[in-house]
């Protein structure tokens, strides 16, 4: 298996419920990243992990939890979310240094009831 | 900081026209851009990229872009569009080479109607 994949393709869970969504790329990149996207807004970055260190946090709220583990797997932990955190959750890898863009994984549609 | 605009949020064109869709970037220091293609449910897709060298890019599925540094710009063509190419399609720019992160537009709706 190639690229980058991410479990699950659709998730519902109630504001009480504690999830977790998986992402796993298989082409050898030292960075993985997770964004978040809306109806209506653009494309936003909410962490950012290179050689499996956090680099970045984009003041994404604490109920988000991101966890890397190795340089191929990342994972968001979702606890006690919003109705409004309903999006489409993007993963994505990239080799720094490499100078290319980013690759994606087709992405968890998530709807909190 | 480094923006991304792109003026269009949706562009309606006839199958076999030609598009173009507009792109500007905020930063005149040295960036790298990228056009990506995203289909209903789908992850972003590269479409092309530009990182050096020659301003004219050609990527997949026929599509081409030209990079203009005195316009800050990064306009995305297509000599003739099919009905699959109906997707949303986002610029980025990553500035300070590769170190950067990934910069997205708001994107741009292309419709493409027989």
């Known amino acids: 298996e190639t690229g980058v994949t991410q479990t699950p393709r659709h998730l519902v869970m109630g504001m009480t419920n504690k999830k977790s969504l998986k992402c796993e790329q298989h082409l050898g990149h030292n960075a993985m990243y997770w964004y978040k996207q809306s109806a ?36 968001l932990h979702l606890h006690t979310l919003q109705p409004e955190d309903s999006a489409l959750y993007l993963c994505a890898s990239s080799q720094d240094g490499g100078g290319g863009g980013y690759t994606f994984g087709s992405g968890t549609r998530l709807t909190v009831v | 900081a480094q923006s991304v605009t792109q003026l269009d949020s949706q562009v309606p064109v006839f199958e076999e026209a030609p598009v173009e869709l507009r792109c500007n970037y905020s930063s005149s220091v040295s960036v790298y851009l990228f056009w990506y293609v995203q289909y209903p449910n789908q992850g972003l897709q590269l479409l092309l990229k530009y990182l050096s060298g020659s301003t004219l890019v050609k990527g997949i599925n026929g599509f081409e872009a030209e990079f203009n540094k005195s316009q800050t710009s990064f306009h995305l063509r297509k000599p003739s569009v099919h009905i699959s190419d109906t997707a949303e399609y986002f610029c980025a720019v990553r500035e300070g080479g590769s170190q950067g992160n990934l910069i997205f537009g708001k994107g741009t709706k292309l419709s493409v109607k027989p």
Do not use: G, I, T, W
């Open chain 1, 40 to 75: 209506k807004k653009p494309l936003e970055l909410m962490f950012v992990y290179s050689l499996e260190e956090r680099v970045e946090n984009n003041s994404v709220p604490s109920r988000f939890s991101p966890e890397c583990p190795n340089s191929s797997h990342l994972f």
